[in-house]
């Protein structure tokens, strides 16, 4: 499950210390108890806070700093086989967020390839290979949403290697976003 839009708006106070991610530019910060913010987004397995009018990046891990729920990532079956993970690994990106862009990463054309291959020297354990790119060469949320994909494909079954790339060619440009992300961001 998502969080979903029921969280937005909402007013949390943080409970414990916290490291979030300033937004754009993934700068740490600590969040000491007692600050207070707003969600702003809650899609994927992140939250997006407004703190002191600074969006800020929150790791699902990390939400219960805030009393918020751990969102759940893509539901993948315990008895995955080997052949499932090219599709499952689709289904994880898909659960893999710009914190400033309320659609994935798959839907605004970010993922120009995905390849499962064996991994070399293991039986049954695979490689994957992710090139995406950004909606701007200069977003600092890349390594971000990066390491987030990175992570979220080393939790499969079956993989033991995980390779994300962030390629400026092609350029990215509006004509790689789906019909659906089109109608999400109202273009």
Same mark, same amino acid.
């Given at each position: 499950?998502?969080?979903?839009?029921?969280?937005?708006?909402? *007013? #949390?106070? !943080?409970?414990?210390?916290?490291? +979030?991610? /300033?937004?754009?530019?993934?700068?740490?910060?600590?969040?000491?108890?007692?600050?207070?913010?707003?969600?702003?987004?809650?899609?994927?397995?992140?939250?997006?806070?407004?703190?002191?009018?600074?969006?800020?990046?929150?790791?699902?891990?990390?939400?219960?700093?805030?009393?918020?729920?751990?969102?759940?990532?893509?539901?993948?079956?315990?008895?995955?086989?080997?052949?499932?993970?090219?599709?499952?690994?689709?289904?994880?990106?898909?659960?893999?967020?710009?914190?400033?862009? *309320? #659609?994935? !990463?798959?839907?605004?054309?970010? +993922?120009? /390839?995905?390849?499962?291959?064996?991994?070399?020297?293991?039986?049954?354990?695979?490689?994957?290979?992710?090139?995406?790119?950004?909606?701007?060469?200069?977003?600092?949320?890349?390594?971000?949403?990066?390491?987030?994909?990175?992570?979220?494909?080393?939790?499969?079954?079956?993989?033991?290697?995980?390779?994300?790339?962030?390629?400026?060619?092609?350029?990215?440009?509006?004509?790689?976003?789906?019909?659906?992300?089109?109608?999400?961001?109202?273009?």
């Amino acid at each position: 499950m998502s969080a979903g839009s029921s969280f937005l708006y909402q *007013p #949390v106070v !943080v409970a414990r210390p916290v490291r +979030v991610e /300033r937004i754009p530019d993934g700068t740490p910060v600590d969040l000491q108890p007692g600050t207070t913010a707003q969600v702003a987004q809650a899609l994927g397995s992140n939250y997006s806070l407004l703190v002191q009018g600074q969006l800020m990046r929150l790791a699902g891990k990390d939400a219960s700093a805030v009393g918020l729920p751990e969102p759940e990532g893509a539901d993948i079956p315990d008895d995955a086989a080997p052949e499932d993970v090219p599709r499952l690994a689709w289904e994880v990106l898909r659960t893999c967020y710009d914190p400033e862009i *309320p #659609v994935n !990463v798959v839907e605004l054309g970010l +993922v120009y /390839r995905c390849d499962v291959m064996p991994l070399e020297g293991t039986k049954g354990l695979q490689r994957i290979e992710v090139d995406m790119t950004l909606t701007a060469p200069g977003c600092g949320m890349g390594d971000v949403i990066a390491n987030d994909a990175r992570d979220k494909l080393m939790g499969l079954p079956h993989v033991g290697e995980v390779d994300v790339q962030i390629v400026f060619d092609p350029p990215w440009d509006r004509s790689r976003v789906s019909e659906a992300a089109m109608l999400t961001l109202g273009l």
